[in-house]
């Protein structure tokens, strides 16, 4: 599989290619899986949980000291914490057009967030996880926030998505304009369909989408994560004797705040707790379902978040401790996210990873132990996990570097324990321009990137210079390997 992504080792990245390849043809003969699996044989189940803004430390078993999330403090015990497990991007859009591709999204052209006026979308050039699947006989669902765009041509049931139901943007944006809307459509403050057509500019009034037409407006969103669950555990249900992939992105803990009156002040942590603890039951439903229709051990579950918590103060805001910063930012506050995966029988139970992961390895890896055949006619930035997921003996990140991008530009790179911030100027309105210098942190040593060591290795900072320089020559806003998104 060619990748543009600049590598330390050509000889390790074989070395670590071939363990994986190894590994995953192992999974597949003994699940009987894989590309050359007989016919007759069921690939595995697969159901992604990607929550909104949720910060590391916002779940019980990773630190969080008021929320309570039995649910998926047990999902844990059952499987294993991800302890270095990064997103593509510290905002909406391009974390899940990376998840869903298999690749940064500053190659798939969506460096930014989209809003409903936006013209733009994932291209239909692009080959999505769901279709993949797809040509290996999977029933497939999107149920939640899409933010790929909200027009005909960039919505879920146009890359590979057999239903979806949700709210195609964030919660705090607004009813974009000439949407379809269903005849039955469940309409508010007396509005007609004929109304809905310029678009209506309120903020947090958004439409729930079932395929693409409008079918309530404006949605209560204290429902929202209730009616996720239950189309859920239905398209489970009726799924159950075939594979299928569920793709779940709750709408929260996005701002504002929604929790349903089963949940509402009920957590120590305020109504952000409120809304955390709603969507541990949710991935309790999830699971107890698996359980009671006999498929659990035939179904991998993975559990994270899009990028960090917004940055505030006082019970209302996520947490990301001990990492430094939140959303939007490239600190690991803002892009390093709590990810629990459970597949019994296969992930060992109780364990914990500390190697390099992350949401663009979820293609690759799927689709190896689906006997899916991944893009062969372009990058594909994701690499295959299985040795890391199934606990493999020795089993090494297969990224020699990660890349935190910020728009269209590296934001910082990680390579090993080592991580440099790219030195930047910035520019605001009324004030001269500041120079910000590179700075170097060790993350074994400093988790919360807190002491500065450039000055004292400027071999490190200088090899993980070139390997920015390289990035930014492939992705960058004049990358020689970018994609064009989808256009209206």
């Not at 190894?22 to 949980?49: C, H, I, K």
């Not at 109304?195 to 309120?202: C, F, Y």
């Not at 959303?327 to 914990?352: L, N, Q, S």
């Amino acid at each position: 599989m060619p990748s543009a992504t600049p590598r330390v080792s050509v000889s390790r990245r074989g070395f670590l290619g071939a363990l994986a390849g190894t590994a995953g043809a192992f999974a597949a003969q003994r699940l009987g899986l894989g590309g050359e699996g007989r016919s007759g044989d069921r690939p595995p189940n697969f159901v992604v949980v990607f929550t909104d803004d949720q910060g590391y430390q916002d779940v019980g078993c990773f630190g969080s000291p008021l929320i309570k999330t039995p649910r998926l403090d047990r999902m844990a015990a059952e499987g294993r914490r991800f302890t270095s497990f990064y997103v593509a991007a510290s905002v909406c859009t391009p974390s899940r057009a990376a998840l869903l591709t298999g690749c940064y999204p500053q190659r798939v052209s969506l460096p930014g967030v989209l809003f409903p006026r936006s013209n733009v979308g994932l291209s239909d050039k692009e080959t999505t996880l769901a279709e993949l699947l797809k040509t290996r006989g999977y029933a497939t669902a999107c149920i939640g926030k899409w933010h790929l765009g909200h027009l005909p041509q960039f919505l879920p049931t146009r890359h590979g998505f057999d239903s979806y139901l949700g709210v195609p943007y964030s919660n705090d944006m607004w009813l974009a304009s000439n949407m379809a809307v269903a005849k039955d459509a469940r309409l508010g403050k007396g509005l007609t369909p004929e109304a809905l057509k310029p678009g209506i500019r309120k903020r947090n009034e958004v439409p729930l989408v079932r395929n693409e037409e409008v079918i309530d407006y404006p949605v209560d969103q204290s429902t929202l994560t209730r009616r996720y669950t239950e189309e859920a555990v239905r398209f489970i249900t009726a799924n159950k004797d075939k594979p299928f992939f569920l793709y779940l992105p709750h709408t929260m803990p996005h701002v504002p705040l929604f929790a349903s009156g089963k949940f509402k002040d009920t957590s120590k942590r305020g109504l952000y707790g409120d809304v955390i603890e709603e969507i541990d039951w949710s991935v309790g439903q999830i699971l107890d379902t698996l359980k009671k229709l006999g498929i659990e051990g035939e179904t991998c579950v993975v559990f994270t978040s899009d990028n960090g918590p917004w940055l505030s103060k006082g019970k209302n805001g996520g947490c990301a401790l001990p990492l430094r910063g939140g959303k939007f930012t490239v600190y690991e506050g803002g892009m390093r996210e709590p990810c629990i995966m459970r597949w019994p029988g296969r992930i060992p139970a109780g364990t914990e990873c500390s190697e390099i992961a992350a949401s663009i390895d979820l293609l690759p890896t799927f689709a190896k132990l689906a006997g899916a055949k991944v893009p062969t006619d372009r990058v594909i930035d994701g690499e295959n996990i299985w040795p890391l997921m199934s606990g493999a003996a020795g089993a090494k990140t297969p990224h020699e570097a990660y890349f935190y991008l910020r728009g269209n530009a590296v934001g910082a790179v990680r390579s090993g324990d080592w991580k440099l911030h790219v030195g930047r100027t910035v520019r605001r309105k009324g004030k001269a321009p500041q120079t910000v210098p590179s700075q170097l942190y060790n993350l074994r040593e400093d988790i919360s990137e807190k002491k500065d060591v450039a000055a004292a290795h400027p071999d490190v900072v200088k090899r993980l210079e070139a390997l920015v320089a390289k990035c930014d020559a492939d992705i960058g806003r004049n990358g020689k390997n970018r994609r064009p998104c989808g256009k209206a």
